[in-house]
């Protein structure tokens, strides 16, 4: 039986207050260290998707990001009807992270926004977008097994997040989602090239269901959407 709405909403929001709360709050933490190794941020970005993706995916499928719940709808495994509360609870949870971080831990490193290296936004794009579609790529493989993905096998989307923070991090900060980009960009006042991480995410994640077999296969399913369905 699927959960009632407010509770996989709360769900949602809760996650992702943790999500942008630890990867972010790391950034800062160590903005005020003078720096840390690349290696440590991506580990905080793996425990910060990991932690919410293990306490929630039974209840709400641990969303925790908008282009993963488009994403989803379009390929037919979350009802459209509630896409709007979803988003809306991801990016409240993502607000509550950040003023979070701001109260705890001060504004330094922009709140731990995601800023383009260079202003290079040609570069900030083809990153962003190429991991954004392996991360829903991950989230659509878990999908596609259905009741056959072990738990530890949810440890997939936390991964990717942590490759992608080690591997373009110090490039475009990286983003992956709308919700972790806009909570700590509107809070600091710094957007700079938001546009841009905006349309790579969501045309990644878009992508991810068109380009990839698990997508088309999920599309193409009779199998009835479902609200838990997630990671």
Do not use: C, K
């Amino acid at each position: 039986m699927t959960p009632a709405l407010g509770r996989r909403l709360l769900a949602e929001a809760v996650g992702t207050s943790l999500l942008v709360g630890i990867g972010t709050g790391a950034i800062v933490a160590a903005a005020g260290r003078g720096g840390v190794p690349q290696i440590e941020l991506a580990l905080a970005w793996f425990v910060a998707v990991a932690v919410p993706i293990l306490l929630f995916a039974r209840l709400s499928g641990a969303h925790l990001n908008p282009v993963v719940t488009l994403a989803l709808a379009v390929a037919r495994r979350f009802p459209g009807r509630e896409v709007l509360p979803y988003v809306a609870a991801q990016f409240v949870g993502a607000f509550a992270g950040s003023l979070a971080v701001l109260g705890l831990l001060g504004d330094g490193a922009h709140l731990g926004a995601t800023l383009p290296a260079g202003d290079d936004l040609g570069r900030t794009f083809v990153l962003e977008f190429v991991f954004t579609l392996a991360l829903v790529g991950s989230v659509l493989v878990l999908v596609a097994r259905g009741s056959a993905v072990r738990r530890w096998e949810l440890l997939a989307p936390p991964f990717v997040v942590a490759v992608s923070t080690f591997l373009i991090g110090p490039y475009t900060g990286s983003s992956l989602n709308p919700a972790r980009t806009l909570a700590p960009g509107l809070l600091s006042g710094d957007l700079t090239g938001v546009g841009v991480y905006l349309l790579a995410a969501v045309t990644g994640a878009l992508s991810a269901v068109v380009l990839l077999p698990q997508g088309r296969a999920l599309a193409r399913s009779p199998q009835p959407s479902r609200a838990d369905d997630g990671p």
